[in-house]
DNA sequence: TATATCTGCGCAAACGCTTGCGTAATCTGG
DNA sequence: CCAGATTACGCAAGCGTTTGCGCAGATATA
């Protein structure tokens, strides 16, 4: 039992390697009977073209990568799917990288790409990039970079986010409505781009209802427990504190904690509201407003964008920028009691 | 400004290109003075050796793949974070494919691993998944396959699962001596081993306190509005049931929404266990007793069980079933009151 | 009928790396 | 001082595809 590869298959029906290659390849050099007679003795023998093979000889792997600072998220994990998907339907294949919001690692990563294992990347930055110039050299390297949600400001390619700023503005404007008077916002990295842009809605939203406040940005880090001690200190510090607007699902949690620690009661001593995308906004104790970004569609729209880039050889990545936008859902944690 | 290969750095050196190839790989066949130099100059020319080149020449690819059904639920998210860990670790790459729960996808995906692209699989099988042949066939190919949390039984290799009959057990039990007298447990696909391993810790339960009950097994599928309703037929039908347990995260929201719609309280009127890895488990209302598997330990466990076996170039996979215990968790929802 | 245009296929050189084997040169012990 | 072991490296044949180019024979154009 030979190994089945391009040459058995040439032998067997006496022709060349390159016409069987052509045939595989559905080529227009090929004619129709030989295409069919190819395919045939392929599939009666199960013949796998070697990927390897064929990445090295075409330099196109078929293969896209996504790197990301985490997937405890639910935001990554359903863009994950989006990503996947397209991917997939397109005969693509998708490594994962996770950056643990660690620029180092997020370096190492692009940096190994320079050996042609992907044909491009989808990325979400970490949380410490601050230096871009590992995503530079990659891209002078011909590898085309698509960003989705946390992009590199100084980069010029294509990126998907959502409304970051707007949705922020109109999740602050509810709290405002809602009769809260001192708001905080829970953030992280101010570093990344969409954390500015929710800070600028934010401010916005406010600076329209004429009130002005200092301070009130909590920087909160990865540690839940953490985060938890950092709200409630704040909580305590400044008693008057009646709306949160967090900006991470994950702070969501420690908002929640740190207000039953303090026998707050949401909403009706604290409203909360948060970006957040998982289904269980709706049964939480109360139920949450919520933010939430078209995580699938962003992922999916990101590799729809860098797959058309592979397709035309000269890689014209044009620099676009597409919105799409965050829906506010209003629950209970922001209803109005008494 | 020439491609940067090996054979450009063999040229530089005055060295032939094996030995550049077996200098970089550290080989004890190459003094240690040339390797400096061969290192040296590699990392001056920004030498990154090509990907497919290596694999093809070496026949291993230095990549897993890692086969779900999904990454909705926050198990795989944390499963796949624990299995990135040890391959990145470990200098491997990990190629991720979602089947969408459908057999058709999942063969379709193994039978294209046939193709040398990845030295090994890290899967979870599909809930439609009752055919095995494509994992035997993959397998016979020399390609070994471990498994976590979702395993095929008839196949005799490296396994990583909880112990799911135990726990559930454990939840029944939990259930019943909370006062509970009539159960229903929630379910997905009941070809899955797991969920008869679920089934039947809750059965052993059930029998050990003198229940004995029919029916008490619903059947859900992929659609949480569908899935709602269905327990919401079944509590409506059957006024007395008292206890729920859910054997996928997923089905929480159903369980709670369902008991919401029939205006029955939790814990008061019926009391929730749900296998559960979300934090926000904690914040729900009322917050969820829970069984969570050590998702991310489970990933890495598996891919560990792997790697271990790709270091062999005899690929020794022994057929070990490794089990790590889920911990319940008591919270609000099955507290007794009144 | 001679010339140009297709069609369908083969030749052979990449692609960049790995690795079995061979072989000088140096080292070891008796 | 010499046989055998050891060290450090080179040769060259792969690994399995892809692809530019060439070339017959068939068909179309003038």
């Known amino acids: 039992m030979d190994k089945v590869n391009i040459k058995r298959l040439a032998e067997e029906l006496k022709l060349s390697t390159s016409t069987i290659s052509r045939a595989l390849q559905d080529s227009y050099q090929i004619g129709a009977e030989t295409k069919q007679r190819v395919l ?15 990445s090295l000889g075409s330099r196109r792997s078929k293969t896209i990568a996504v790197v990301i600072p985490e997937v405890f998220d639910s935001y990554f994990a359903l863009a994950i799917n989006g990503i996947e998907a397209v991917a997939q339907a397109r005969g693509y294949h998708v490594l994962i990288y996770l950056t643990h919001e660690r620029l180092q690692l997020e370096q190492e990563i692009l940096h190994a790409f320079q050996s042609g294992r992907v044909d491009g990347v989808v990325m979400s930055v970490s949380a410490e990039t601050t230096s871009t110039a590992h995503i530079q050299a990659l891209r002078a390297q011909g590898v085309p970079v698509v960003f989705f949600d946390r992009a590199a400001d100084d980069i010029d390619t294509a990126r ?8 922020t503005y109109q999740g602050t404007c509810h ?3 809602r009769q809260c008077t001192t708001l905080v916002l829970l953030s992280i990295s101010r570093h990344l781009s969409i954390s500015r842009q929710r800070i600028e809605g934010y401010r916005r939203a406010l600076a329209e209802h004429g009130i002005s406040q200092r301070d009130d940005v909590i920087d909160c880090g990865q540690d839940p427990e953490a985060n938890c001690e950092l709200v409630k200190n704040t909580l305590e510090a400044r008693p008057g504190i009646d709306g949160i607007i967090s900006t991470v699902e994950m ?3 420690s908002a929640y904690q740190a207000c039953a620690a303090l026998h707050l009661r949401i909403p009706h001593d604290v409203k909360v509201v948060s970006f957040y995308n998982a289904r269980s906004a709706a049964i939480l104790n109360p139920s949450l407003t919520t933010i939430s970004q078209p995580a699938f569609e962003m992922g999916k729209t990101a590799a729809t ?16 920028n597409v919105v799409l936008p965050s829906v506010l859902t209003i629950r209970n944690s922001t209803t109005f009691v008494g």
Not at 41 to 53: S, V
Not at 305 to 320: D, H
């Open 175 to 177: 709290l405002l409505e």
């Open 251 to 253: 702070l969501t949690e």
């Open 40 to 54: 045939e003795l392929a599939k009666k023998l199960n013949y796998q073209p070697n990927a390897h093979a064929s």
């Open 160 to 167: 998907v986010t959502t409304n970051d700023a707007e949705s």
């Open 305 to 320: 964008l860098l797959l058309k880039a592979l397709r035309n050889p000269k890689s014209t990545l044009v620099a676009e």
